[in-house]
């Protein structure tokens, strides 16, 4: 497994915030499929105002708990 360390410091492609741990301790994926870096602000905004898709691979976002 991989240290937060080592997670941490991915950045968001949307808006250049780095994206972030979740509660679980794992990093936030927006995107299952292509794991495309999209912080979780982005992703909801994307959800509720945008086209509801990865900008990456398209694939429609699922919600995420």
């Known amino acids: ?3 937060v360390q080592e997670l941490s410091g991915q950045i968001c492609q949307i ?3 780095e994206v972030e741990i979740t509660v679980d301790g794992e990093l936030f994926v927006a995107c299952s499929e292509c794991a495309f870096p999209v912080c979780r602000p982005c992703y909801e905004y994307e959800r509720r105002e ?3 898709a990865c900008p990456q691979c398209k694939t429609r976002y699922k919600r995420l708990k």
């Open 1 to 3: 497994t991989k240290s």
């Open 50 to 52: 945008g086209n509801q």
């Open 15 to 17: 808006c250049g915030d």
